[in-house]
C-alpha cells in the first residue's frame, strides 16, 4: 500500500531481509563447524523452502494486497507449477529446468482460462468459483493416475550435476525468485499497478474513469497464476516431487497467512513472513500437525480481528501509531476542515491543459445526449419508465423531481451502471445504449456520484494522477513509476479547486465537502464533454456549496462543458441551470427554461409545492 | 439404460440433494440476513457429523441416532452462536474479502480441532434399527434410508418455510434482509437476531451432517466436500434464495448421481457440477434465483 508514513524504513528493512537471505548458507555452514552434530543442510534446506514460499505469497499478495482479491485457487496453480516440472521430466524426459521455465507459462494458461470463468462473476461469486476450480484441479490430480500419478503423485525428479550442491541449489532459487520479486515489484509500482490499486480501493470509481475492472482482474489473476506457478516449479525443483495435496483448496491457508503474517500492506513484507513460517512449521508441523492448522487460523483471525475495520486497516493502524509520535501530519488533517473550496481558484482551473474537451460549436442548439423511449423496470416497479430527453451542447441541464422520481436511475442508465429494459442512448452521434461503464466514461461523460466517490487511501495526488493514466489509456503499461506521471498536471489542477495543501494526504481523511472538490477534480481530470453532477451539493455548507456552483459554471462556460445534473436545493438549481426538466414516478413531467418551470402549476402541485409546505 | 436403474439414479440423486438441501439452505438463510458468505459452514457440518456417530454408538441401535441428532444440533448450535459473537459481530458491514478470511480461518482452526479430538480416521454409524432395511424397486434394491433422507429434508424444507413465512421471527428476518436500519429503529433487536439467524444456519448444517453420517463414511475432510457442492448449489440457485438452494441441490444431486454411476465418468462427476456452474452463470451471473448484488 502506498502510504506515506511508511516509505522511510522500507528501503533498508528490505535491504536487511536480501542481506539476510543470501547469508543464510554462509551461517548455516558456521553453524555446521561450531556444532559437529548439526548438519548444514537442513536449515539451508528450510532456507529454500521459504525461499519459494516467499514467491507464491507475494504472488498472492498481488491479487489479495493490491487488487483487493481473494482467491482459493492459488494453491492449485502453485500445484500446476509443480505438475508441469514433475510430468514433464517423468513422462517425456524433458530436463527440469527446461520444465522449470514452462511452468510459468502452464500456470498462466490454466490460471487464465478458469479466470474467464470466475471473474463472470462478481467478488463473491467469484471466490465461490475459485474454490470449485481449485477443487476440480485437485480431482484431476488426484484421480489422472495414467499422467499425475495419482493420489502418490511424482518422485524422483533428477536434477542437473551443477545444482546436486544444496547451497548452490539455495542460490539458484534464490536468484529465480529475486528475479520475480523484481518483476513483480516493477509491476505494482506501474501505471498497471496503479489501476489495480484504484480497483481495491473503489471498483465503482474506478471504471467511472474508464478502467476495465474485469479485464485488470483478469489480468492480475494470470499474472499471479504465473508466479505462483514458477514458485511451484521451483517447489519441485528442490522437493524433486509433486503431489496432489499442493492443489488442495486449504493450502491456499500457506499464502494466505505468510501474506497476513508480513503484512499485506509492504511488498517484501511477505519474504519476511514465509521465513518465521518455515520455522513454525518446522518446529511444530510433524508433532502437531493438527494444532499447526489451528494456530494458522488463529493467526488469520486475529490479524483479521484485531485490526479494527479489518486486516486491510493495518498500515493505517501504523501510520496512526507513526503520527502519535510525529504530530505533523495529523495538524495537517485537522486543517483539512472544508477550506479547499473557499481557496478554489475557477479561473485557475478552467485554464489548465488537463482539460482537453474538445471544442464545440458555439452552437447550443446541437444535441449532444439523445435519449429516446429510455425505460428500465425493477421488477414491477418502473423506475423509469419511456423516457424522452435532449441534451444540447454547452448547456446546463438541471434535473428535479421528488424522492424516487428516477433521477439517479436514470443517471445510472446513461452512464452504464443499469442496463436499460427499452430505449436507446445516444452521445455525440454514437449509439452508447448498454455499453459498459468505463467505455461510456472513455467516450466522454464524466460522473460524481450520489455518495463519495474517491479512492480513500490513496493520497489526493494519486486520485488524480490514477484517473488520468487510466483515462489515457496509460494504465495497460506493466513497467514506469505511476506516481511520477503527470504529476504537474495534477498538482496544477488540485491548486485550482483548492487542495494544494492536501496533495500528499489520504483522500479519505479529508472533510466531505473537500472529498466533493476532489470529486469535481477527478471529472476535470477526465477531460469529459459531459458531465453529470449527482447531487453535487450534498452535504455542503450554504458557503461551500456557493463556491463549488460558481467553480462548476466558470469551468462548464469556459470549456465548454455540458452540464447534466440533479439537486434538490432549489437556488442551486434555479441559479445554475439553463434547462431544467421535472420527473415524477420514472417519466418527464415537463422541460423548460427555469422560470417556466418555476411558474408551472403542474410541477408547483407535484415538487415545488410539496417542498414549500415541507420547509 | 433400463427404466429400474434409471429409478435407481434418480433416487440416488434425490438422496444427494436432500442433505445438499438442507446445508445449502442453512448457508443461504445466512447469507440472506447477514451478507456473510460462511466458509466455515462446511465445518459445523463436519462437527455435527462426528457428534453424532460417536453418540449414536455410545447410546445403541434404537435410540443412538436419535440422541445423536439432536446432541449434535445442540452442539453445533452452541459453536454457532460462540462464532456469531466472537467473530462475525466484528466483520459485519466489512468488505467480503475480511469476512472471507475470517471465515476462512475459523475452517483451518474447527479442522485441526476436529481432527485433535476425534482423530483422521473414519468413522462410520448404523442407520437407527427401525429404518435400517432394505426394500426392493423395479428389481434393484434399495435403503429404506435413502427415502428417509428425502422425506427429512420435505420436513425440514417445509419447516423452514413455516419459519420465515408463519412466524414473527420469519418476519423480522425477512425485514433483516431487506433494510436492517429500519428494522431496529423499529424496536427489534438486530444483534440478537443476527445470532438467532446464524444458530439457525448452524443447527440447517448440523442437521445435514447428522442425517448424512449413517449413510457415508465420517471423516475430516467432509466440510471441504460438502462447502464445494454447498457453493456450487449457492452459484447455481443464487446466494440468499432458499428456493434457490431447493432448485440447486436437486440439479447437483442429481448430476453427481448419473456421474459417479459409471466408472469413466466416477472422478470427474464435480466437473459436470462444475460446467453447469459455468453455464449458470454465463447466462445468469448472479444465480438462477438470485438477486443481482449492485457493483
Known sequence: MRVLERRHWRWPAAGILIVGALLVPPLAGLGEQLNPDSSAKFPIFLGTSALVLSLWAISYNLMLGYAGIVSFAHAAYYGVGAYTVAILFQRYHVPVLAGLALAPVVAALVGFLSGLVALRAVRLYFSLLTLAISQLLYAIAFNWYSVTGGDNGIHGLELPDFLSDYSILYYFVAAAVGVCLVLMFSLVRSPFGAALLAIRENRERARSVGINVRAYELAVFTIAAAFAGMAGGLYALFEQQAYPEQLYWTANAQPVVIALLGGIGSFLGPALGAFIYTELDNQLSKNFAYQFDILLGGIVLAVVLLAPGGFASVPDLIGQLRRRFSRQAESAVAESSGHAIEASDPGRAARIKAIQADRLPADTREPLLVIEGLSRHFGGLRAVSGVNLTVHARDRHAIIGPNGAGKSTLFNLITGHLKPTTGRVRFGGRDITGKPPHMIAKAGIGRTFQITMIFPKLTVLQNLQYAMLAHRGRTVRPFGRADRMYRDEALDLLAAVGLGPYAELPAGLLSHGDQRAIELAISLALGSRLVLLDEPTAGMSAFETQKAMELVRRVAQEKSLTLLFCEHDMEVVFGTAQTVTVMNQGQVLTQGRPEEIRNDPEVKRVYLGELEETA | ?295
Not at chain 2, 472422478?267 to 449458470?280: D, K, Q, S, T
Request: avoid cysteine; charge should be positive; glycine fraction near 12%.
Open chain 2, 1 to 295: 439404460m433400463s427404466g429400474g436403474q434409471l429409478l435407481l439414479f434418480v433416487v440416488g440423486g434425490l438422496s444427494n440433494a436432500a442433505y445438499l438441501f438442507i446445508v445449502a439452505a442453512g448457508l443461504s438463510l445466512v447469507f440472506g440476513a447477514l451478507r456473510v458468505i460462511n466458509m466455515a459452514h462446511g465445518s459445523l457440518y463436519m462437527i455435527a457429523a462426528f457428534v453424532t456417530v460417536v453418540v449414536a454408538n455410545q447410546l445403541g441401535l434404537t435410540l443412538g441416532f436419535w440422541g445423536g441428532l439432536v446432541v449434535a444440533v445442540i452442539v453445533t448450535g452452541l459453536v454457532g452462536a460462540l462464532i456469531e459473537v466472537v467473530v462475525l459481530r466484528r466483520v459485519y458491514g466489512e468488505e467480503h474479502l475480511v469476512q472471507l478470511l475470517a471465515t476462512y480461518a475459523l475452517t483451518l482452526v474447527i479442522a485441526g480441532v476436529v481432527r485433535t479430538v476425534f482423530g483422521a480416521n473414519y468413522r462410520t454409524v448404523k442407520p437407527p434399527a427401525a429404518i435400517n432395511f432394505s426394500v426392493t424397486l423395479a428389481g434393484n434394491s434399495y435403503a429404506a434410508y435413502s427415502f428417509f433422507m428425502i422425506g427429512a429434508a420435505v420436513v425440514i424444507g417445509t419447516g423452514v418455510y413455516v419459519l420465515m413465512y408463519r412466524t414473527t421471527l420469519g418476519r423480522n428476518i425477512r425485514a433483516a434482509v431487506s433494510d436492517p436500519e429500519l428494522l431496529s429503529a423499529s424496536g427489534v433487536n438486530v444483534a440478537r437476531l443476527y445470532t438467532v439467524v446464524f444458530v439457525i444456519g448452524a443447527a440447517l448444517a448440523a442437521l445435514g451432517g447428522a442425517i448424512v453420517a449413517p449413510s457415508q463414511a465420517v471423516n475430516a475432510s467432509m466440510d471441504t466436500d460438502v462447502l464445494v457442492l454447498a457453493f456450487a448449489i449457492s452459484v447455481i440457485g443464487g446466494l440468499g434464495s432458499i428456493i434457490g438452494s431447493l432448485v440447486g441441490a436437486l440439479i447437483v444431486g442429481e448430476v453427481l448421481s448419473f456421474g459417479l454411476q459409471n466408472q469413466y465418468t466416477n472422478p470427474y462427476a464435480i466437473a459436470f457440477v462444475f460446467i453447469i456452474m459455468v453455464i449458470v452463470l454465463t447466462i445468469r451471473p448472479w444465480g438462477l434465483f438470485g438477486k443481482a448484488e449492485q457493483t
